[in-house]
């Protein structure tokens, strides 16, 4: 079973930026598109951005332009540096592959805090 390990989170003041890691059991994100996700308080999950198996890249589009997607193959991590934050980036961030695929059962995820 695929374990799913979210780390990085915290409080940061509107305009920080925080770098997320992923860590992934098993040598398997070369394989398939891994994604961020996150959830806000009384919303639903939601997409956030996507790196596929040859390493492109997609984003939502209220964080385009201020999230970066990334992975370490060798490392079996995925990594999402987020700048400019807003107080709507409040949410708690989770790594899976992406939905097409069949989700792995989820990790705790990553608490991010963006207030003054």
């Known amino acids: 079973q695929v374990q799913l390990v979210e780390s990085g989170g915290g409080l940061v003041q509107p305009g920080g930026s925080l770098n997320l890691s992923c860590a992934v059991s098993?040598?398997?994100?070369?394989?398939?598109?891994m994604a961020w996700y996150r959830q806000a308080p009384g919303k639903q999950r939601e997409l956030v951005a996507t790196?596929?198996?040859?390493?492109?890249?997609s984003y939502g589009d209220a964080v385009k332009g201020r999230f970066t997607i990334s992975k370490d193959n060798a490392k079996n991590t995925m990594y999402l540096q987020m700048n400019m934050l807003k107080p709507e980036d409040t949410a708690v961030y989770y790594c899976?592959?992406?939905?097409?695929?069949?989700?792995?059962?989820w990790g705790l995820g990553s608490q991010v805090t963006v207030s003054s």
């Open positions: 790196i596929y198996s040859a390493g492109s890249t």
């Open positions: 098993g040598s398997i994100i070369r394989i398939y598109p």
């Open positions: 899976n592959r992406l939905g097409q695929y069949g989700y792995w059962d």
